[in-house]
């Protein structure tokens, strides 16, 4: 008999290999990211089944109606973890000007663009207090449902989207028009913090949230007087996930039909980055956050895709998303039979509900803009000494030698760096320093860390494959050689 044979599904809960990803002790292995699992009864004893976290906040969500093996569940119950729920909540405020979130004591105004955090124009919740990570569900058989429970279910949940910036992992930038308007502005946050929150039922109108009997784990009212010591209202259910974003706030949106052209835009943007840059439709994704403000994009495929960097870095970048978006939108090839929009351009099953307001009309004088546009990196504005302390803030915690080394630049006189700690896909390598312009070099700071032979073979076979894949000019500098001579190279820059 095999090792896992005649055993319960339910003690196959735990997976090592997952556990010991998602703490950091299997890098560079790209696990799957932890899904969220739900136990559905069976004559057998039981299974799991697991989804997506984004797909489980809906799927797996209170009283929602699961098939599985032409039967019928019915989510009835979350994972009581043996600290108890209470111990489990969080203490949220979200900022719907931009989306930003925030956790901890809740705040008066937004960290990330100063305004003042308020309920929403649909009466969403700012400040809630009972924010509950999701947990595995428990689903209990069920053979019909009412049609009061049908007619609240099959309008969804209230699903709010929101995020957060890692530290010091943020970039900005500007695309401007050939006469030097600004048309939009880019924020780049690598590995930053996505959440959505399932505020309850859309139907629900007299009640926000979800109930919970924090002592059983089951949603909704209780089923004795006992269980209402342990009931709890307002309870909000939360899945978070960890990605590179590009958040673009469009600078000159049309006061006419202006949620039309926030919502052109954000597909045709995410239409045209996927056919720019080769990707598939499950590897990039989008959002309006704001009110309609901000469009917040995110690489979706695990380990990220290592786009979203590329389009502030290279001025010319939205010139060929802009041309590729002409072209998508039919307009380098006028089809007659697209009037707004067509499923060969801009419509499809997964923005279904946006496409009464899909005009392919409405962005197109600010794609004739885009083509000659470039994009101005906001450092560009700085002084030296502000550049100065940018790089710094973005060097490694963990390497002082990299500091050493960029003073050392800086007092000299010396061009500064364009970037540092700034992933170059192609080659899948990471210097610590990187000049663009005028020339391309990487600069490697080697502390002590890199003493041991199998990390300089390491390092060697990264760095040739840097040099052979990109023409960059790798300059190594190791702590223990005479490494401020080999510095002179930047003098000509």
């Known amino acids: 008999m095999g090792l896992n044979e005649g055993k319960s599904n339910s003690e196959f809960e735990f997976y090592p290999y997952r556990y010991f990803a998602a703490e950091g002790f299997l890098?560079?292995?790209?696990?799957?990211?932890?899904?969220?699992?739900?136990?559905?009864p069976t004559e057998d004893g039981g299974e799991f089944i697991s989804r997506p976290r984004t797909v489980a906040l809906r799927e797996f969500a209170p009283s929602n109606i699961v098939y599985y093996e032409g039967s019928k569940f019915m989510v009835a119950k979350t994972k009581v973890p043996v600290s108890g729920i209470d111990s489990q909540y969080k203490r949220v405020s979200v900022c719907f000007n931009c989306g930003y979130f925030h956790e901890g004591n809740f705040r008066d105004t937004?960290?990330?663009?100063?305004?003042?955090i308020k309920n929403d124009r649909y009466e969403n919740i700012a400040k809630l207090t009972r924010v509950l990570p999701m947990e595995?569900?428990?689903?209990?058989?069920?053979?019909?449902?009412?049609?009061?429970?049908?007619?609240?279910?099959?309008?969804?949940?209230?699903?709010?989207?929101?995020?957060?910036?890692?530290?010091?992992?943020?970039?900005s930038a500007t695309v401007?028009?050939?006469?030097?308007?600004?048309?939009?502005?880019?924020?780049?946050?690598?590995?930053?913090?996505?959440?959505?929150?399932n505020r309850g039922l859309k139907k629900n109108i007299d009640e926000r949230g979800f109930k919970l009997d924090t002592k059983t784990g089951f949603w909704?009212?209780?089923?004795?007087?006992?269980?209402?010591?342990?009931?709890h209202t307002e309870v909000n259910l939360m899945v978070n996930d960890t990605c590179n974003i590009l958040v673009i706030e469009p600078l000159s949106v049309p006061v006419e039909n202006s949620e039309a052209f926030i919502a052109t835009l954000q597909y045709t943007l995410e239409t045209a980055i996927q056919a720019v840059y080769k990707l598939e439709a499950d590897e990039l994704d989008s959002e309006r956050l704001g009110e309609g403000k901000y469009l917040l994009f995110w690489e979706a495929a695990?380990?990220?895709?290592?786009?979203?960097?590329?389009?502030?870095?290279?001025?010319?970048?939205?010139?060929?998303?802009?041309?590729?978006?002409?072209?998508?939108?039919?307009?380098n090839q006028p089809k007659e039979s697209c009037v707004q929009a067509c499923y060969e351009c801009l419509l499809s099953y997964r923005n279904q509900f946006d496409h009464a307001l899909i005009n392919r009309h409405y962005i197109k004088p600010l794609l004739d803009q885009l083509l000659a546009s470039k994009v101005v990196g906001n450092f560009e504005g700085m002084s030296r000494e502000e550049r100065y302390q940018q790089l710094l803030q973005q060097t490694d915690p963990n390497s002082n030698f990299e500091r050493v080394v960029l003073q050392e630049i800086y007092q000299r006189g010396y061009k500064l760096p364009d970037a540092a700690q700034e992933l170059i896909p192609l080659a899948n390598c990471k210097p610590d320093f990187i000049y663009k312009t005028n020339a391309a070099i990487a600069i490697f700071c080697d502390?002590?860390?890199?003493?041991?032979?199998?990390?300089?073979?390491?390092?060697?076979?990264?760095?040739?494959?840097?040099?052979?894949?990109?023409?960059?000019?790798?300059?190594?500098?190791?702590?223990?050689?005479?490494?401020?001579?080999?510095?002179?190279?930047?003098?000509?820059?």
């Open 27 to 40: 890098p560079g292995f790209n696990f799957p990211r932890l899904p969220v699992r739900a136990y559905i």
């Open 110 to 116: 937004c960290e990330n663009c100063d305004a003042a």
């Open 136 to 171: 595995t569900a428990i689903a209990r058989r069920r053979e019909r449902i009412t049609c009061d429970e049908e007619e609240r279910l099959k309008y969804g949940y209230n699903v709010t989207t929101h995020f957060r910036y890692d530290s010091q992992k943020q970039e």
């Open 176 to 197: 401007q028009s050939v006469e030097g308007t600004p048309l939009l502005r880019l924020t780049y946050g690598a590995t930053a913090k996505i959440w959505r929150i």
């Open 220 to 231: 909704g009212d209780p089923r004795n007087e006992q269980a209402t010591e342990s009931l």
């Open 302 to 331: 695990e380990g990220g895709a290592g786009v979203l960097s590329q389009l502030l870095e290279k001025p010319e970048a939205f010139q060929k998303i802009a041309n590729a978006a002409l072209d998508i939108c039919h307009f």
């Open 447 to 493: 502390g002590s860390v890199h003493d041991s032979p199998d990390k300089r073979r390491q390092d060697q076979i990264e760095r040739d494959n840097l040099r052979y894949n990109t023409g960059y000019t790798v300059l190594t500098l190791r702590h223990d050689q005479d490494w401020e001579a080999k510095l002179s190279i930047l003098a000509s820059l």
